[in-house]
């Protein structure tokens, strides 16, 4: 016994076959039962009109004629028995079997017609029986006219159409449980290759792979929304793969810087400890600045739950433009309209603070920044008069771990960044429903970064 049940829960093949079959035959027997019901009540009533024709026709000739005793009538089993009874409840004469019987029914006084089912009629050998009683006028007083026929012959009738009924029934479910055997075989075989498919991605740790679609139907839908799902697991996977390799190159730099200047200094025990200290707070610094724009990027990565609220970009340039800059630069806000939209104040100020950070770095003498809104986007603008950047590079400088300091430093003495402060400023972009380019700075040498992020509608959510 356990192994059927375990077979049940495992195979959705054999539940769709049982659901079927067990549809049908529910179905068979409510359409069975509904037309066996009808089809004896069709007997009856074509009995009961059989005896009420038979009667009135008797009690026509009666009252016009008399009838000699027995009636000359023909006797069989589709054929009413037929007695008349004079006021008195007595046979006056009656089919060749019924004329010397007993009263088969009696017409209860009052009324002058009637349509009966007699229980246990003698005549009729005990069993029950369709009868119908008519009283009419005779020239020898009032005599009642009664046609009976026995029910024996619906029922029998009717066990023989539930028989063949439950016959053609078995039949039929039959061929409902095959056909609905190797329908859902052929529906479920997509499922099955599919579910084939993924194993073997699954064993070969690949997510390159992809499940087989065909046709439009909800299956193809579900194909191609686990095979959208592989493509973003696989894009994830091979992002955090690179992720690693390039994270582990930038953080074996300033660590060797490190350990090269613990090793002069254990050398070298005269080297001043001044020099020393500055080295190594150097390359401090330098490590701790890659390992929290890595932690940035991990979280911006896992789409980590942010807390969001409407946040008025004009404030956050404007706060950002009070910052104090190296000598001989100048930080001035620009264009300040009141651009609201909804994301984490946190984020959006780191966004604008590393594109300041970059400004600066290249900047000759100048950087600008701007804010305006229309058409339900807010343009948040950082703008330099350094070299520019080259049209092939304007796409290449948002990845990760790109620098660009050969062609667009200020000079030897310009600090290099970690090439992590533009990926993070198109991360926190693309998470607030933005993006996120770069272009020329106009007439005059320059670079222009410019963010575009959907305004907060009044109702409160952000326009598309």
């Not at 539940?15 to 079927?20: C, F």
Request: charged residues 20%; glycine residues 10%.
């Amino acid at each position: 016994m356990p192994r059927f049940p375990r077979r049940w829960r495992s195979s959705l093949r054999l539940r769709l076959t049982a659901a079927g079959v067990g549809l049908a035959a529910a179905i068979f027997a409510i359409g069975g039962a509904v037309t066996i019901t009808l089809y004896s009540r069709s007997l009856t009533l074509s009995m009961q009109h059989n005896t009420e024709q038979t009667a009135e026709a008797i009690a026509a000739r009666i009252t016009t004629q008399w009838l000699p005793d027995p009636i000359p009538m023909p006797t069989g089993p589709n054929v009413p028995r037929v007695q008349v009874l004079d006021q008195h409840g007595d046979v006056v004469t009656g089919d060749p079997s019924s004329a010397s019987g007993p009263a088969m029914y009696l017409l209860p006084a009052g009324l002058s017609h009637q349509q009966v089912t007699v229980d246990g009629l003698a005549l009729l050998g005990g069993s029950s029986a369709s009868a119908y009683a008519v009283r009419v006028e005779t020239p020898a007083g009032p005599e009642t006219v009664v046609a009976a026929m026995p029910l024996d012959e619906v029922a029998t009738r009717v066990d023989e159409a539930i028989d063949a009924t439950s016959g053609i029934g078995a039949g039929a479910l039959v061929v409902v449980g095959a056909v609905a055997w190797l329908t859902a075989g052929r529906v479920l075989r997509p499922v099955e290759r599919m579910r084939t498919r993924a194993t073997a991605i699954t064993a070969s740790g690949d997510p390159s792979g992809r499940l087989p679609q065909s046709g439009t139907d909800e299956l193809s839908k579900l194909a191609e929304t686990l095979n959208a799902m592989l493509a973003s697991i696989e894009a994830s996977v091979e992002r955090q793969r690179s992720f690693v390799a390039d994270a582990a190159h930038e953080l074996r730099t300033p660590l060797a810087g490190l350990t090269a200047a613990l090793e002069i200094a254990q050398q070298h025990p005269g080297i001043p400890r001044d020099t020393l200290i500055g080295d190594l707070l150097a390359g401090h610094r330098r490590l701790s600045r890659t390992l929290n724009d890595l932690l940035v990027l991990a979280a911006l990565d896992g789409r980590a739950q942010r807390k969001t609220m409407p946040v008025d970009l004009a404030g956050v340039l404007t706060d950002c433009s009070r910052r104090s800059v190296p000598a001989g630069l100048c930080l001035r806000a620009g264009t300040m309209e009141r651009a609201v939209v909804l994301g984490s104040e946190l984020q959006l100020s780191r966004m604008v603070g590393n594109l300041v950070d970059n400004a600066l770095r290249y900047a000759h003498a100048v950087v600008e920044l701007s804010v305006t809104a229309s058409r339900g986007q807010a343009r948040i603008t950082v703008r330099d008069d350094g070299p520019g950047l080259p049209e092939a590079d304007r796409d290449r400088v948002w990845d990760r771990f790109v620098r660009l300091d050969d062609d667009r430093s200020r000079g030897s003495g310009a600090a290099g960044g970690s090439g992590l402060g533009l990926a993070i400023v198109r991360e926190i972009a693309v998470a607030h429903g933005g993006q996120a380019s770069v272009g020329d700075a106009g007439p005059a040498p320059g670079a222009e970064f410019v963010i575009t992020l959907p305004l907060l509608a009044r109702g409160g959510d952000a326009e598309a």
